[in-house]
T-cell receptor, first 113, second 109 residues
Framework: IAGITQAPTSQILAAGRRMTLRCTQD?????MYWYRQDLGLGLRLIHY???????GKGEVPDGYSVSRANTDDFPLTLASAVPSQTSVYFC????????????FGEGSRLTVL | GQNIDQPTEMTATEGAIVQINCTYQ??????LFWYQQHAGEAPTFLSY??LDGLEEKGRFSSFLSRSKGYSYLLLKELQMKDSASYLC??????????WGAGTKLIIKP
């Protein structure tokens, strides 16, 4: 089934630990995104990639890094997790068309203690 | 600054009609999306408007007025499964999406 796969679906993490959230899509979409979603706030863009080999910073990039070595994979890394990074993280992709809809993964719920 | 406003929560009755409003103030406009998000799940696409007017898709319709910075999502013949959050998002001048906080719709029998 085509779509976006995120892993893990849920994780509890000690503060200071390094964590990578994985995201893989099989739709051959050029653009990929990482969002965080917190109660009472809209989805906030962390990082994005318009095409393989390029990445850009979104609204809330601090404490996060990404890479885009190929079209399919777009991992998000927290180098040293802090409690304020407790959130639900969504990976998304689009065809890259200016009007392209976003397709979302099922989300990764991260708790940093 | 850029801002998207939606009501936080609305309640409606099964079988009725509900209108969820979205107002936006952005530095540019290149389209507006509505997404549905059930609790604990990912957002899914409902509609896209870039020109003024009404777009109808089954029980759901979306309206846009660019001059007023205003959109609404109209849900007809409400079903219990329509209980979800509805997210409004605007494509701004740099072609990045700006998201509203979402409207939680509660459907009562």
């Amino acid at each position: 089934i085509a779509g976006i796969t995120q892993a893990p679906t849920s994780q509890i993490l000690a503060a200071g630990r390094r964590m990578t959230l994985r995201c893989t899509q099989d739709m051959r979409h050029n653009a990929m995104y990482w969002y965080r979603q917190d109660l009472g706030l809209g989805l906030r863009l962390i990082h994005y990639s318009n095409t393989a080999g390029t990445t850009g910073k979104g609204e809330v990039p601090d404490g996060y890094s990404v890479s885009r070595a190929n079209t399919d994979d777009f991992p998000l890394t927290l180098a040293s997790a802090v409690p304020s990074q407790t959130s639900v993280y969504f990976c998304a992709s689009s065809s890259g068309d200016d009007t392209g809809e976003l397709f979302f993964g099922e989300g990764s719920r991260l708790t940093v203690l | 600054g850029q801002n998207i406003d939606q009501p936080t929560e609305m309640t409606a009755t099964e079988g009725a009609i509900v209108q969820i409003n979205c107002t936006y103030q952005t530095s540019g406009f290149n389209g507006l999306f509505w997404y549905q998000q059930h609790a604990g799940e990912a957002p899914t696409f409902l509609s896209y408007n870039v020109l003024d007017g009404l777009e109808e898709k089954g029980r759901f319709s979306s309206f846009l007025s660019r001059s007023k910075g205003y959109s609404y999502l109209l849900l007809k013949e409400l079903q219990m499964k329509d209980s979800a959050s509805y997210l409004c998002a605007v494509i701004g001048s740099n072609y990045q999406l700006i998201w509203g906080a979402g409207t939680k719709l509660i459907i009562k029998p």
